[in-house]
């Protein structure tokens, strides 16, 4: 069965400073990896997605993550922090090509100014 | 373009109440999920759709019915609400078949207190 881990349910960060929010993932399979974000009173929106291409994967709004298969993580990060990035963030993974996406428990970034 | 439209956005039941969630999606998904977001425990998936004519139990399905009406539809439904079904539910789709790895696309969610 596959599962996440979202290492820290609150991380706090300073405008401008590094963005890193953890991720650790258990498959049987070669897995597909999505960060998913979501905003206060809204739906998930894909940031960026793992599907075994280039192993550094950059997504939307500066945002970038790294498939590190030795330690099954899948780290996002972001190396300026902005009051927009406030907001809740999800670490996601399936098999390759399967239906069914399994969550982390999700990671809340507040952005001090 | 709408993507995934679900509704109500807000609804309050009583106690073994029943209602029905609407889903619909306009990207031509063969697939669709409906999953709960509660604090701290991430989304759990309730059902799947992974076509027309097909439903699969997720990780939490007891207490809800499901029913894919066709391509673009699929409905949840909860036959006699309890307050341990208060939560937020979203609604989502995606294409296996694609070169985009299967992304999901996710509705705005509705927000369901049961009383």
């Known amino acids: 069965a596959q599962s996440v881990t979202q290492l820290g349910s609150h991380v706090s960060v300073s405008e401008g400073a590094l963005v890193l929010l953890r991720c650790n993932y258990s498959?049987?399979?070669?897995?597909?990896l999505f960060w998913y974000v979501q905003y206060p009173n809204q739906g998930l929106q894909l940031l960026l997605k793992?599907?075994?291409?280039?192993?550094l994967v950059k997504g939307i709004n500066g945002f970038e993550a790294e498939f590190k298969k030795s330690e099954t993580s899948f780290h996002l990060t972001k190396p300026s922090a902005h009051m927009s990035d406030a907001a809740e963030y999800f670490c996601?993974?399936?098999?390759?090509?399967?239906?069914?996406?399994?969550f982390g428990a999700g990671t809340i970034l507040r952005v001090k100014s | 373009n709408a993507g995934v439209t679900q509704t109500p956005k807000f609804q309050v039941l009583k106690t073994g109440q029943s209602m029905t969630l609407q889903c619909a999606q306009d990207?031509?998904?063969?697939?669709m999920y409906w999953y709960r977001q509660d604090p701290g425990m991430g989304l759990r998936l309730i059902y799947y759709?992974?076509?027309?004519?097909?439903?699969d139990k997720g990780e939490v399905p007891n207490g809800y019915n499901v029913s894919r009406l066709n391509k673009r539809e699929f409905s949840l439904r909860l036959e006699s609400a309890a307050p341990s079904q208060t939560s937020v539910y979203f609604c989502?789709?995606?294409?296996?078949?694609?070169?985009?790895?299967?992304?999901?696309?996710f509705g705005e969610g509705s927000w369901l207190t049961v009383v």
């Open positions: 989502a789709s995606s294409d296996p078949t694609a070169n985009s790895g299967n992304t999901i696309y």
């Open positions: 498959s049987s399979v070669p897995p597909y």
């Open positions: 793992y599907t075994s291409a280039a192993t």
């Open positions: 996601a993974v399936s098999e390759s090509g399967g239906n069914k996406l399994v």
């Open positions: 990207m031509n998904h063969n697939s």
């Open positions: 759709s992974a076509s027309e004519g097909t439903t």
